[in-house]
């Protein structure tokens, strides 16, 4: 048995990690036996929830995981702590019963294997500790199309509290509260509430990614979003080289033909976002748009 080291996936949300996850299973690369709908590993993302959560950040401020990773003692300890977590029953949420009898922690998997999540971007320095040789693809997409899809996100989470269900209020307030405030699950993403703040976040998401990219130089990668929607082909078949994908032409042409090529650059229909596109482009020229 020769045991594989995990593809780590990062970069921000809304910016294609979970289309690039799904085509990636698709191809043979194992993520997970229980998933959210955004494709992230339930085992993974509580442990990346965790470590933050230790530092008194989320997902809209991450950077408190320096607190963890400059203090020397708590990161070795940290890293040991999540090696006997993996080894525990819990970590059948991420191989399934019958991988968990085989293997007993994802650290011994043969496969190959890896797991999404957007705060792997912030805590991927804990988990390249323990997996030393790890491979990292990063995926960014144009910083106005992210922000407005979070701004989408975050008025859908906001219109939960509006006027709906009014028959019924009382009712759906209490599912709000077992499902959000006891199930400790984030309702809305308030950083994003003005489109420059939701930039800004976009930017340190990108800028993070990229530092741990320079570091790992051949074990890491970086795609475009928008280079995946136009020449998913191509694209991703740089992609299964990477992870070591035994695939071929037709089985990559399969799982992108259902890939909606209109979202790229999909700010473009929209003058309001190609207003705010123009006040920003000399930040946006930076990361490449």
């Not at 705010?276 to 748009?289: C, E, H, P, T």
Request: with cysteine.
């Amino acid at each position: 048995m020769t045991i594989r080291p995990p593809i780590i996936i990062v970069g921000m949300s809304r910016s294609g990690t979970g289309v690039l996850t799904k085509m990636l299973e698709g191809l043979g690369l194992f993520v997970g036996s229980r998933k959210e709908r955004n494709h992230e590993a339930l085992f993974f993302e509580k442990l990346n929830k965790w470590l933050l959560y230790q530092c008194s950040g989320g997902l809209e401020n991450p950077e408190s995981i320096k607190y963890l990773l400059e203090d020397e003692e708590s990161r070795r300890l940290f890293a040991n702590f999540l090696r006997f977590i993996m080894k525990t029953p819990l970590a059948i949420s991420f191989l399934g019963l019958r991988k968990y009898l085989r293997y007993y922690t994802p650290a011994n998997l043969d496969i190959p294997w890896g797991w999404k999540d957007p705060r792997n971007t912030y805590t991927l320095p804990i988990w390249l500790d323990i997996f030393p040789d790890a491979k990292v693809i990063h995926i960014y997409r144009h910083g106005v199309d992210v922000v407005h899809s979070l701004r989408v996100r975050r008025e859908k989470g906001l219109s939960r509290l509006k006027d709906r269900h009014a028959r019924f209020k009382s009712l759906y307030w209490f599912y709000l509260t077992l499902k959000f405030v006891q199930g400790q699950r984030t309702f809305v993403d308030l950083r994003c509430s003005s489109m420059e703040e939701a930039l800004n976040m976009w930017e340190d998401y990108i800028q993070e990614a990229r530092s741990n990219v320079s570091r790992l130089k051949e074990g890491a990668m970086e795609i475009k979003y928008e280079d995946l929607l136009t020449e998913p082909v191509s694209v991703l078949r740089n992609v299964a080289n990477f992870c070591e994908l035994d695939t071929s032409t037709r089985e990559i042409e399969f799982v992108t033909q259902d890939l909606k090529r209109n979202r790229a650059y999909a700010y473009l229909d929209d003058p309001k976002l190609r207003a705010f596109a123009a006040s920003v482009a000399d930040r946006l020229k930076i990361y490449g748009y």
